[in-house]
Nanobody, 126 residues
Framework: QVQLVESGGGLVQPGGSLRLSCATS????????IGWFRQAPGKEREGVSC????????NYLDSAKGRFTISRDNAKKTVALQMNSLKPDDTALYFC???????????????????WGLGTQVAISS
C-alpha cells in the first residue's frame, strides 16, 4: 500500500525557513519521481517542485526558484523541501505526490500523479 506522509509545516514570520519532509512507503523507491504541490484557500492547486528518481534532477515553480530546494534521502525513502526566504504568498497546504514515471513530467503532465498525501500546513505571517 502506497503511503505518503508529510511533516514539518508550521507558522513562521516572513523571511523565515521551514523544512518539509515526505515519508514514503509501499513502492519501489528508486523508480519514481516525487513532487510537492500546494493549495491555498481560494487559489488553484499548483506544483512547487519535483525530483526524478535517480539523478536527482529537479524542477521548480518560478516563484520558488532560488528559495526552495528539493532533495531525496534514498536510505530513509524521504523527500525534503527546504524553503527559505518565505513570503506570505507561500501560505498553503503542502502535499507530496508520487508519479508513475522515472522522470518528472512537463507542465502539461504535472497533475498526473498517482498518489498524494494529506498535507502539512504552512503559514507565513508576522
Amino acid at each position: 500500500q502506497v503511503q505518503l506522509v508529510e511533516s514539518g509545516g508550521g507558522l513562521v514570520q516572513p523571511g523565515g525557513s521551514l523544512r518539509l519532509s515526505c515519508a514514503t512507503s509501499g513502492f519501489a523507491w528508486d523508480l519514481y519521481a516525487i513532487g510537492w504541490f500546494r493549495q491555498a484557500p481560494g487559489k488553484e492547486r499548483e506544483g512547487v517542485s519535483c525530483i526524478n528518481s535517480e539523478e536527482g534532477i529537479a524542477n521548480y515553480l518560478d516563484s520558488a526558484k532560488g528559495r526552495f530546494t528539493i532533495s531525496r534521502d534514498n536510505a530513509k525513502k524521504t523527500v525534503a523541501l527546504q524553503m527559505n526566504s518565505l513570503k506570505p504568498d507561500d501560505t498553503a497546504l503542502y502535499f507530496c505526490v508520487k508519479y508513475g514515471t522515472f522522470g518528472c513530467p512537463d507542465s502539461a503532465g504535472a497533475f498526473r500523479y498517482e498518489y498524494w498525501g494529506l498535507g502539512t500546513q504552512v503559514a507565513i505571517s508576522s
